[in-house]
């Protein structure tokens, strides 16, 4: 069994940044790929980006490309979103979880964290 726990969510200005953090406790977390996900106010969830287990490969949805970065500090159990030059349509809540190996299919993760909201004002 795996606990994930997200944090660093919060209001930011358009144009801003913030990092969140993924905590993970349970098995171990350099076995596992992890994934970002998130989900808008009335739409469903998104593949937002994600990271194998050693860090190695690294994948992004196309509305993120080159403002997210996705990373994980294995030694400790911690995975990472810096998001920079944040939008409007960025806010959502933003969910991480762990798959066998990466994936970017929802259905091929199993363990989810209960999300951190993230908002960008105009």
């Known amino acids: 069994q795996v606990q994930l726990v997200e944090s660093g969510g919060g209001l930011v200005q358009a144009g801003g940044s913030l990092r969140l953090s993924c905590a993970a406790s349970?098995?171990?977390?350099?076995?596992?790929?992890m994934g970002w996900f998130r989900q808008a106010p009335g739409k469903g969830l998104e593949w937002v980006s994600s990271?194998?287990?050693?860090?190695?490969?690294?994948y992004y949805a196309d509305s993120v490309k080159g403002r997210f970065t996705i990373s994980r500090d294995n030694a400790k159990n911690t995975l990472y979103l810096q998001m920079n030059s944040l939008k409007p349509e960025d806010t959502a809540v933003y969910s991480c979880?762990?798959?066998?190996?990466?994936?970017?299919?929802?259905?091929?993760?199993?363990?989810w964290g209960q999300g951190t909201q993230v908002t960008v004002s105009s």
């Open positions: 979880a762990t798959a066998p190996r990466i994936a970017t299919r929802i259905h091929d993760y199993d363990y």
């Open positions: 990271i194998d287990s050693d860090g190695s490969n690294t």
């Open positions: 349970g098995r171990t977390f350099s076995g596992y790929a």
